[in-house]
Protein backbone atom coordinates (compact mmCIF):
# COMPACT_ATOMS: atom_id res chain seq x y z
CA UNK A 1 0.00 0.00 0.00
CA UNK A 2 1.11 3.58 -0.87
CA UNK A 3 2.15 5.70 1.89
CA UNK A 4 1.28 9.68 1.31
CA UNK A 5 2.98 12.37 2.88
CA UNK A 6 1.77 13.57 6.28
CA UNK A 7 0.60 16.94 7.17
CA UNK A 8 2.69 19.40 8.49
CA UNK A 9 2.49 19.72 12.34
CA UNK A 10 1.88 15.53 12.39
CA UNK A 11 3.88 13.31 14.42
CA UNK A 12 5.50 10.58 11.18
CA UNK A 13 3.01 7.51 11.21
CA UNK A 14 4.56 3.68 10.88
CA UNK A 15 3.37 2.61 7.63
CA UNK A 16 -0.24 1.07 7.65
CA UNK A 17 0.55 -2.56 6.45
CA UNK A 18 2.89 -5.08 6.94
CA UNK A 19 5.89 -5.42 5.31
CA UNK A 20 6.48 -6.56 2.00
CA UNK A 21 8.31 -9.68 1.28
CA UNK A 22 11.38 -10.62 -0.83
CA UNK A 23 10.94 -9.85 -3.90
CA UNK A 24 9.44 -12.92 -6.28
CA UNK A 25 10.98 -14.96 -8.89
CA UNK A 26 14.93 -15.46 -10.29
CA UNK A 27 17.70 -12.64 -10.09
CA UNK A 28 17.08 -10.08 -12.48
CA UNK A 29 18.77 -10.73 -15.53
CA UNK A 30 22.09 -9.97 -16.15
CA UNK A 31 23.58 -10.46 -12.60
CA UNK A 32 26.17 -12.54 -11.96
CA UNK A 33 25.51 -16.93 -12.45
CA UNK A 34 26.39 -18.55 -8.84
CA UNK A 35 29.95 -20.20 -9.24
CA UNK A 36 29.66 -23.80 -10.14
CA UNK A 37 29.88 -26.33 -7.40
CA UNK A 38 32.78 -28.41 -7.17
CA UNK A 39 32.85 -32.35 -7.19
CA UNK A 40 33.79 -34.33 -3.68
CA UNK A 41 37.03 -35.60 -3.39
CA UNK A 42 36.89 -39.08 -4.09
CA UNK A 43 37.49 -41.48 -0.64
CA UNK A 44 40.90 -42.26 0.10
CA UNK A 45 42.07 -45.80 -0.85
CA UNK A 46 43.80 -48.01 1.51
CA UNK A 47 47.40 -48.66 0.11
CA UNK A 48 49.00 -52.00 0.01
CA UNK A 49 51.22 -52.68 2.66
CA UNK A 50 54.91 -52.36 1.45
CA UNK A 51 57.76 -54.56 2.57
CA UNK A 52 60.06 -52.82 4.56
CA UNK A 53 62.62 -50.56 3.01
CA UNK A 54 60.78 -50.28 -0.30
CA UNK A 55 60.99 -46.69 -2.17
CA UNK A 56 58.53 -45.73 -4.11
CA UNK A 57 59.97 -46.04 -7.75
CA UNK A 58 63.18 -48.04 -7.12
CA UNK A 59 63.39 -51.75 -7.66
CA UNK A 60 62.47 -54.01 -5.07
CA UNK A 61 65.22 -55.72 -2.34
CA UNK A 62 66.20 -58.35 -2.45
CA UNK A 63 66.64 -61.52 0.60
CA UNK A 64 68.97 -64.60 0.38
CA UNK A 65 68.21 -67.15 1.91
CA UNK A 66 70.51 -70.02 3.64
CA UNK A 67 71.10 -72.27 1.35
CA UNK A 68 71.71 -69.88 -1.58
CA UNK A 69 73.99 -67.98 0.64
CA UNK A 70 75.72 -71.41 1.50
CA UNK A 71 76.02 -72.12 -2.01
CA UNK A 72 77.90 -68.54 -2.50
CA UNK A 73 80.11 -69.62 0.34
CA UNK A 74 80.90 -72.88 -1.42
CA UNK A 75 81.59 -71.35 -5.10
CA UNK A 76 83.74 -68.56 -3.88
CA UNK A 77 85.80 -71.18 -1.78
CA UNK A 78 86.09 -73.04 -5.05
CA UNK A 79 87.25 -70.80 -6.74
CA UNK A 80 89.69 -69.84 -4.35
CA UNK A 81 91.01 -73.28 -4.71
CA UNK A 82 90.89 -73.29 -8.31
CA UNK A 83 92.80 -69.85 -8.76
CA UNK A 84 95.48 -71.85 -6.20
CA UNK A 85 95.86 -74.51 -8.62
CA UNK A 86 96.12 -72.22 -11.55
CA UNK A 87 99.18 -70.44 -9.95
CA UNK A 88 100.96 -73.89 -9.05
CA UNK A 89 100.43 -75.03 -12.95
CA UNK A 90 102.23 -71.79 -13.44
CA UNK A 91 104.92 -72.01 -11.39
CA UNK A 92 105.14 -75.89 -12.47
CA UNK A 93 105.73 -74.66 -16.27
CA UNK A 94 108.18 -72.02 -14.53
CA UNK A 95 110.08 -74.63 -12.54
CA UNK A 96 110.30 -77.19 -14.90
CA UNK A 97 111.68 -75.24 -17.54
CA UNK A 98 114.59 -74.54 -15.20
CA UNK A 99 114.85 -78.02 -14.33
CA UNK A 100 115.08 -79.15 -17.77
CA UNK A 101 117.08 -76.38 -19.34
CA UNK A 102 120.14 -78.54 -18.89
CA UNK A 103 118.65 -81.48 -20.88
CA UNK A 104 119.02 -82.06 -24.12
CA UNK A 105 115.16 -81.83 -24.64
CA UNK A 106 115.83 -78.68 -27.15
CA UNK A 107 115.77 -80.51 -29.93
CA UNK A 108 114.34 -83.65 -30.27
CA UNK A 109 114.39 -84.69 -33.93
CA UNK A 110 113.90 -80.72 -34.96
CA UNK A 111 111.00 -80.14 -31.60
CA UNK A 112 111.90 -77.95 -28.79
CA UNK A 113 110.26 -80.59 -26.82
CA UNK A 114 111.20 -78.23 -23.24
CA UNK A 115 109.91 -74.93 -24.98
CA UNK A 116 106.84 -76.67 -25.67
CA UNK A 117 105.94 -78.25 -22.38
CA UNK A 118 106.88 -74.89 -20.50
CA UNK A 119 104.23 -73.00 -22.56
CA UNK A 120 101.46 -75.47 -22.21
CA UNK A 121 101.72 -76.17 -18.26
CA UNK A 122 101.68 -72.02 -18.48
CA UNK A 123 98.78 -71.98 -20.89
CA UNK A 124 96.73 -74.44 -19.13
CA UNK A 125 97.54 -72.52 -15.56
CA UNK A 126 96.71 -69.47 -17.10
CA UNK A 127 93.29 -70.58 -18.17
CA UNK A 128 92.75 -72.50 -15.05
CA UNK A 129 93.18 -69.00 -13.07
CA UNK A 130 91.28 -66.60 -15.58
CA UNK A 131 88.57 -69.71 -14.89
CA UNK A 132 88.25 -69.71 -11.81
CA UNK A 133 88.44 -65.83 -11.21
CA UNK A 134 85.20 -65.71 -12.77
CA UNK A 135 83.64 -68.05 -10.54
CA UNK A 136 84.76 -66.36 -7.64
CA UNK A 137 83.00 -63.07 -9.27
CA UNK A 138 80.01 -64.95 -10.18
CA UNK A 139 79.48 -65.74 -6.47
CA UNK A 140 79.78 -62.69 -5.22
CA UNK A 141 77.30 -61.45 -7.95
CA UNK A 142 74.38 -64.05 -7.30
CA UNK A 143 74.18 -62.16 -4.32
CA UNK A 144 73.31 -58.76 -5.70
CA UNK A 145 71.21 -60.47 -7.70
CA UNK A 146 72.06 -61.51 -11.19
CA UNK A 147 70.58 -64.19 -12.92
CA UNK A 148 73.06 -64.23 -15.24
CA UNK A 149 75.84 -65.23 -12.82
CA UNK A 150 73.40 -67.61 -11.49
CA UNK A 151 72.64 -69.90 -14.16
CA UNK A 152 76.25 -69.76 -15.91
CA UNK A 153 77.56 -70.63 -12.54
CA UNK A 154 74.88 -73.26 -12.53
CA UNK A 155 75.99 -74.38 -16.30
CA UNK A 156 79.54 -74.43 -14.92
CA UNK A 157 78.77 -76.65 -11.88
CA UNK A 158 76.70 -79.32 -13.96
CA UNK A 159 79.95 -79.80 -16.04
CA UNK A 160 82.53 -80.27 -13.11
CA UNK A 161 79.59 -83.14 -11.38
CA UNK A 162 80.09 -84.66 -14.39
CA UNK A 163 83.28 -84.96 -14.48
CA UNK A 164 83.61 -85.85 -10.73
CA UNK A 165 81.71 -88.69 -11.79
CA UNK A 166 83.14 -89.71 -14.43
CA UNK A 167 86.15 -89.49 -12.70
CA UNK A 168 84.72 -91.07 -9.15
CA UNK A 169 83.40 -94.01 -12.01
CA UNK A 170 86.63 -94.69 -12.78
CA UNK A 171 88.35 -95.18 -9.31
CA UNK A 172 85.30 -97.22 -7.95
CA UNK A 173 86.34 -99.95 -11.62
CA UNK A 174 89.69 -99.82 -11.38
CA UNK A 175 90.46 -98.13 -14.19
CA UNK A 176 93.42 -95.76 -13.45
CA UNK A 177 96.26 -95.52 -11.06
CA UNK A 178 93.95 -93.79 -8.47
CA UNK A 179 95.29 -93.58 -4.86
CA UNK A 180 93.07 -95.02 -1.71
CA UNK A 181 92.25 -91.29 -0.57
CA UNK A 182 90.38 -90.81 -4.58
CA UNK A 183 87.02 -92.08 -4.19
CA UNK A 184 86.88 -90.02 -0.75
CA UNK A 185 87.94 -86.67 -2.49
CA UNK A 186 85.88 -87.52 -4.95
CA UNK A 187 82.33 -88.29 -2.94
CA UNK A 188 83.19 -84.90 -0.97
CA UNK A 189 83.72 -82.70 -4.35
CA UNK A 190 80.25 -84.20 -5.35
CA UNK A 191 78.62 -83.19 -2.02
CA UNK A 192 79.89 -79.75 -2.22
CA UNK A 193 78.68 -79.62 -5.84
CA UNK A 194 75.53 -81.16 -4.82
CA UNK A 195 75.02 -78.72 -2.51
CA UNK A 196 75.83 -75.75 -4.82
CA UNK A 197 73.40 -76.95 -7.47
CA UNK A 198 70.46 -76.97 -4.75
CA UNK A 199 71.18 -73.97 -3.62
CA UNK A 200 71.18 -72.49 -6.90
CA UNK A 201 68.68 -73.86 -8.89
CA UNK A 202 66.74 -76.64 -6.82
CA UNK A 203 66.40 -74.99 -3.40
CA UNK A 204 62.57 -73.50 -3.71
CA UNK A 205 63.43 -70.35 -1.46
CA UNK A 206 66.15 -69.51 -4.57
CA UNK A 207 63.33 -69.12 -6.67
CA UNK A 208 60.99 -67.39 -4.34
CA UNK A 209 64.14 -65.04 -3.51
CA UNK A 210 64.96 -63.85 -7.85
CA UNK A 211 61.01 -63.72 -7.73
CA UNK A 212 60.85 -61.16 -4.69
CA UNK A 213 58.16 -63.17 -3.60
CA UNK A 214 59.87 -63.87 -0.32
CA UNK A 215 59.68 -60.05 1.09
CA UNK A 216 56.54 -60.68 3.16
Known amino acids: MASYPQPPGQPPQPPSGPPSGPPSGGPPSGSPAAPPGYPQPYPQQPYAAQPYGYVPGARLPFRRNAMLVL ?14 VGLAVIL ?3 VANGAI ?22 VIGAVLL ?17 QVARWLLAAFEILVLLG ?9 SGIGTGTSNG ?17 LIIDPATYRAFARKNLR
Open 71 to 84: AQVLVIIQGSLGVL
Open 183 to 199: PVGSIVALVIEGLILYG
Open 92 to 94: LGI
Open 164 to 172: TISSLTRQT
Open 130 to 146: LLFISVIIGGVLVGHPS
Open 101 to 122: SGLNLHNVNGYNFAGTATVVLI
